[in-house]
């Protein structure tokens, strides 16, 4: 295992630890609202120092995006200091979920090399399930090697996406295209973790996820996850700018190109983010 990668495993799982002790003990959970239908918990930004400090401890040169903090951290001794180095981090994503005790929720590590995701760690710690990934190297599942699903045809596939809860103005756009699913014998599902529904796509438990206006800190390890496993990822107009444009599409490298044009033909890109 690559020596970051393995760090970043390490943070994941004492991550994944603080949580599952609060689910033990949900009176010590204390939420707050960020803006409206956006949560977190203190347990999300003691997962998140925990992280941060494990990171920057091994490697103080390097810089942080983190959910809660929201901006890039640096090492306070090395702020001028800057290798190319970033690690992207959602300590809980899924917080909602996490709230309600509704299983599906994971810590998401991704390490950016001058703009490209190289390393990436997601770890379910209601399941002890870790996902990893190196760029090159493949990904797996608790060292079983995955690849995304051999589903050709739409129809009889299942794929999961999330509704945008920040902006209804054009919110039944997106309802057309379930619409358009459905009635093409499509399932869809709705987990609520990004992250854990790009890692279903690469381990093939779900044939295309997709979703619009994500962070980076959602996707930026999944997507390798995906990528390293035999999928195909991109944004709604057809380029790779979805870790910050927050508009994602993945899936096996046969569904890929049929799901891109339904989605392109709801122009969700122009009508629902403008």
Request: hydrophobic share 40%.
């Amino acid at each position: 295992m690559h020596p970051m990668l393995n760090t970043a495993v390490k943070a994941a799982r004492r991550a994944g630890a603080i949580i599952n002790r609060a689910t033990l003990d949900p009176t010590k959970i204390k939420i707050s609202e960020k803006e409206k239908n956006d949560f977190v918990t203190n347990i999300d930004k003691n997962c998140e120092q925990e992280i941060i400090d494990i990171l920057l401890s091994a490697y103080p040169k390097h810089s942080i995006l983190a959910e809660e903090s929201g901006t890039l951290i640096m090492n306070p001794s090395n702020e001028n200091i800057n290798h190319g180095y970033t690690w992207i981090v959602d300590p809980i994503d899924g917080t909602t979920n996490f709230i309600h005790d509704f299983p599906f929720y994971s810590v998401s590590i991704g390490l950016m090399l001058n703009g490209e995701i190289t390393q990436a760690v997601v770890y379910d710690p209601h399941r002890d399930e870790l996902f990893i990934s190196s760029k090159g190297r493949g990904s797996y599942l608790n060292d079983r090697r995955l690849r995304v699903s051999n589903q050709i045809i739409v129809e009889g596939s299942l794929i999961t996406t999330g509704f945008p809860p920040k902006n209804k103005t054009n919110y039944s756009k997106y309802i057309n295209l379930i619409n358009k699913l459905v009635n093409n014998s499509v399932s869809v599902r709705r987990i609520g973790s990004a992250a854990l529904e790009l890692c279903y796509v690469a381990a093939g438990r779900s044939d295309c996820f997709f979703e619009i206006g994500l962070m980076p800190w959602d996707i930026a390890a999944g997507s390798l996850i995906v990528k390293e496993a035999g999928g195909f990822v991109g944004d709604f107009i057809g380029g790779d700018g979805y870790l910050f444009n927050g508009d994602i599409v993945a899936s096996n490298p046969k569904l890929f190109p049929i799901i891109s044009k339904l989605i392109a033909s709801e122009q969700l890109v122009q009508e629902i983010k403008r």
